[in-house]
């Protein structure tokens, strides 16, 4: 089947960044099969939308966030040591199965009516999220948390890592799900289970994502224990010879930077500046890391940490904070922005063949509107989608040549039944929560 999407201004977001002010884009099933500027005869196809003048761009890539967190969201964001007092204890006594599988299903929904295609998961029961993303329809990195403790779906790290072995075993041939393995942090593993980790990721070739440099315990922990950064630690443990998505960043080191510059394997960051700012962390030397040449992408964080899902509120937060930390307005411009949030970002997650819009690459687009009363006027519209723009302004998605947002609404979902699913689900959670 074809689908014609004409009268949209068109950013390729391709090697070049062409773009097509007055432009259109040809899908078949799932691929893009012509894409360009408006011609006298428009080829036939048996759909076709007329985009109005909005921007169409790639999809946007959220290299970093925990679906099953939304039951989270709000909950003493504003208490220091959040992480003990409350995530641990409540994700161990009431996260179910059920509640992270409702959970999931709310946040894709989120995630795709702010025009995400693509993102980077890191939770438990991710079978469960795998089995929810085959469902909706989307392409994600799907990770099995590992962590030095019991957890709601598994009892020892044992029992975790064969978790994550089924887990790889069970996706690693589907077009949209790559399966991976995610520990928790460096300082919240044991040495031998990080190494189980390597020989895991070689085994099935399966990324590793996890977060580093985060917290400042943790860089204090390793310089007093090992005399290293946790970089360096992980460096000697083999992950950079990996596929290695490593989430935050904060506290990375010149020399860090200089060993994420040389590694052998596919290695990228997941920047999440909203998390980070919110809980007083710091911010990633993202400037320092890109003089480099190493891949960075944009993440939300969990709906407990960052609130938002959506990347509009990253790229805004992106460049107002990098600019005031370097003291120069001119540091990333907002070309550059948009491109860690969408061709950056699939990259970072090793999805090759989408994060542009060329002839021959998979169907994994957005169209933002620009009716709205925010988006008038438009000079350069890599601006007005960093400045002006806002999750809201997202009309129609497509993944893999399927369209899942039209009209700003989801097509295959109802919004207020998944609400309804998960709010039942949460029932003990919250009164627990209410109590902490
Ligand atoms: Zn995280």
Redesign the pocket.
């Known amino acids: 089947m074809k689908t014609l999407i004409k009268n949209v201004h068109v950013l390729t977001m391709d090697e070049h960044r062409q773009e097509y002010k007055n432009g259109y884009l040809l899908i078949e099933d799932e691929r893009i099969i012509a894409v360009g500027a408006m011609p006298e005869s428009l080829p036939a196809a048996e759909k076709v939308i007329d985009g109005a003048g909005g921007i169409l761009l790639p999809g946007f890539v959220n290299t970093?966030t925990?679906c099953g967190m939304i039951p989270f969201r709000s909950l003493g964001d504003d208490v220091p040591d959040r992480l003990r007092r409350f995530l641990f204890p409540l994700e161990n006594a009431y996260m179910t199965k059920d509640l992270v599988k409702a959970s999931s299903a709310y946040a894709i929904a989120e995630m795709l009516l702010s025009g995400v295609t693509s993102f980077c998961d890191?939770y438990y029961f991710e079978d469960e999220v795998a089995e929810v993303c085959h469902a909706m329809q989307v392409r994600a990195v799907v990770g099995e948390t590992i962590i030095d403790m019991p957890t709601c779906d598994s009892p020892n790290t044992q029992a975790s890592l064969a978790y994550c072995e089924k887990l790889l075993q069970k996706w690693q041939q589907h077009p949209l799900i790559k399966p991976a393995i995610a520990p928790h942090a460096p300082n919240t593993n044991k040495i031998a289970d990080l190494q189980a980790i390597v020989a895991l990721s070689q085994k099935y070739q399966a990324p590793i994502t996890m977060?580093v440099a985060e917290m400042d315990y943790e860089m204090t922990e390793f310089a007093e224990k090992y005399q290293q950064t946790p970089l360096a630690f992980l460096a000697d443990l083999g992950y950079l010879d990996c596929e290695f998505i490593l989430?935050h960043g904060i506290h990375l080191t010149q020399a860090d930077i200089e060993l994420l510059a040389a590694a052998k394997g596919q290695v990228s960051v997941a920047h999440c500046i909203a998390a980070n700012t919110k809980s007083a962390k710091g911010v990633a030397p993202v400037k320092e890391l890109v003089a480099q040449g190493i891949t960075v992408g944009l993440g939300t964080?969990?709906p407990s940490?960052g609130n938002t899902l959506d990347l509009f509120t990253q790229m805004r937060m992106v460049v107002n904070f990098h600019k005031t930390k370097n003291h120069d307005r001119a540091l990333f411009p907002a070309k550059e922005i948009v491109a860690m949030a969408t061709t950056n970002g699939a990259k970072a997650l090793g999805f090759k063949d989408v994060g542009s819009l060329e002839v021959g690459k998979k169907a994994d687009l957005v169209l933002v509107e620009t009716q709205s009363v925010n988006m008038f006027p438009i000079y350069d519209a890599y601006s007005a989608l960093v400045y002006s723009a806002n999750a809201s302004n997202v009309a129609a998605v497509w993944v893999n040549g399927q369209q899942l947002v039209k009209n700003k609404e989801l097509v295959h979902e109802n919004l207020t039944d998944l609400r309804a699913t998960l709010y039942q689900k949460m029932d003990k959670f919250v009164a627990a929560a209410r109590q902490q």
């Open positions: 970093h925990h890191m977060h989430a964080d969990g940490s």
